[in-house]
């Protein structure tokens, strides 16, 4: 018998998110005139892993333990996790599955959203990902995808 070593998720994470299959691959958007790239896999965006949020009392209590650390450590703990985990609630958008990505016990701020969209681009049909931000899902701009 094998065994392997699973590194526990961080800070009361639990659940693994799945995002839609549409919304995976790698996306091209330009900004600033060039052209620019990320990666959404099945539970990652931007190589950070993705995972339910908590419930609100869990998610209180944690964010009282990482908010009484010594400064130092909190804000060493408060990078690690920015660069390493989000915390996803999901949400339709015109019937479309999306999701919402947080920092990891953030405490405010309204994340990124991500919905899987078709646009019509140089007279096709193609796939694309609106990619949105701040209170209202305002939009950022579009992704598509390398066959596009």
Known sequence: MHSQKVEAAPWGAKKLYTTPVAARGTWYYKESGKINRFKLTKHTVWGKKLYYMLPKKEYNK????????????????????????????????????SFNVNGWLAGAGNGAYYVPVTKLRHGKKVQALRIGHGAYNWLTFYAYNHQN
């Open 62 to 97: 944690l964010e009282s333990k990482l908010e009484s650390l010594p400064e130092k450590k909190y804000m060493s703990t408060i990078y690690h996790l920015d660069d390493t985990i989000g915390q996803v609630y999901e949400f339709k958008w015109h019937g479309m599955k």
